[in-house]
T-cell receptor, first 112, second 116 residues
Framework: QKEVEQNSGPLSVPEGAIASLNCTYS??????FFWYRQYSGKSPELIMF????GDKEDGRFTAQLNKASQYVSLLIRDSQPSDSATYLC????????????FGKGTHLIIQP | GAVVSQHPSWVICKSGTSVKIECRSL??????MFWYRQFPKQSLMLMAT?????????EQGVEKDKFLINHASLTLSTLTVTSAHPEDSSFYIC????????????FGPGTRLTVL
């Protein structure tokens, strides 16, 4: 069974600090990895995707991928109260037109 | 770009009735669309993968005769929940994958179904 694991939280971070969100996946053959943000009662919103080992930066967000350790992370710099949401890690196991396997999400709270 | 819409945004129906949910890609052609379901406090679970002009592929445990999927065009997929029961009450979300080089999925706003 392909699994994606996340700490459910809540993870509480002071405003302006760095929030670090982690995710592990079980299928070693997974090809692409995504981070989505989901506000309560809303559908997921894509933040970033990453395919290669290493870091990928986009504004205040940095995704990190380590395929050897089967580990993906998301760093949010200069955290804002509006970043408070549930962050979902998703994995595309095949790299093609496959559905995503989602983790249960980490609830992030940015304290003003 | 990459906007996906769903209709209706919410629906309440009586047990035993059928409900149709539409998913449209507004500014791109979606070769593949996906249907997910999310119960309260749970993550999204893939129900089925829909390719234009062909039969949908259902995940294990999802009844294809209960959840009818039609993908008649490159911009429209529909999910019909037949003979709905209270346990089918959930948040149904579609996503669409475009014709770009990445396999990024863009999600619709979701449809909240409540079966009385």
């Amino acid at each position: 069974q392909k699994e994606v694991e996340q700490n459910s939280g809540p993870l509480s971070v002071p405003e302006g600090a760095i929030a670090s969100l982690n995710c592990t996946y079980s299928d070693r053959g997974s090809q692409s990895f995504f981070w989505y943000r989901q506000y309560s009662g809303k559908s997921p919103e894509l933040i970033m995707f990453i395919y290669s080992n290493g870091d990928k930066e986009d504004g205040r967000f940095t995704a990190q991928l380590n395929k050897a350790s089967q580990y993906v992370s998301l760093l949010i710099r200069d955290s804002q109260p509006s970043d408070s949401a549930t962050y979902l890690c998703a994995v595309n196991p095949g790299g093609g037109a496959d559905g995503l396997t989602f983790g249960k999400g980490t609830h992030l709270i940015i304290q003003p | 770009g990459a906007v996906v819409s769903q209709h209706p945004s919410w629906v309440i129906c009586k047990s035993g009735t059928s409900v149709k949910i539409e998913c449209r890609s507004l500014d791109f052609q979606a070769t593949t669309m996906f249907w997910y379901r999310q119960f309260p406090k749970q993550s999204l679970m893939l129900m089925a993968t829909s390719n234009e002009g062909s039969k949908a592929t259902y995940e294990q445990g999802v009844e294809k005769d209960k959840f009818l999927i039609n993908h008649a065009s490159l911009t429209l997929s529909t999910l019909t929940v037949t003979s709905a029961h209270p346990e089918d009450s959930s948040f149904y979300i579609c996503s669409a994958e475009g014709e770009t080089s990445t396999d990024t999925q863009y999600f619709g706003p979701g449809t909240r179904l409540t079966v009385l």
